[in-house]
């Protein structure tokens, strides 16, 4: 299931309310992967860190295109390595 995105209408506040979407949705995304509660996911933690597999990373790219509405290829989660990171990269496209 996909979260509606808020619409950005250019201000901090539509920033802000899309950040904190696609954090959610990513957070998310992680802890169902690895089988934990999303409160136990770190975001400033490195994927691999986290216990993500190259497999998992490449099935994340998956539910976070289908939870965000937006395309996430595998060089993103690379050159971006923890959830911030790439939420940070996300938000701003």
Not at 26 to 47: H, I, K, N, Q
Not at 67 to 73: K, L, N
């Amino acid at each position: 299931m996909r979260p509606d995105l808020p619409e950005d209408h250019g201000g901090a506040d539509g920033r802000r309310g899309r950040h904190t979407t696609l954090l959610t949705a990513a957070v998310t995304a992680v802890a169902d992967l690895l089988g934990v509660a999303p409160d136990s996911v770190a975001t400033g933690v490195p994927f691999s860190d986290l216990g993500l597999s190259s497999i998992q990373l490449a099935r994340l790219t998956a539910q976070l295109e289908d939870a965000m509405g937006v395309e996430v290829t595998l060089t993103a989660i690379y050159d971006h390595p923890d959830i911030e990171q790439l939420v940070e990269h996300l938000a701003m496209r």
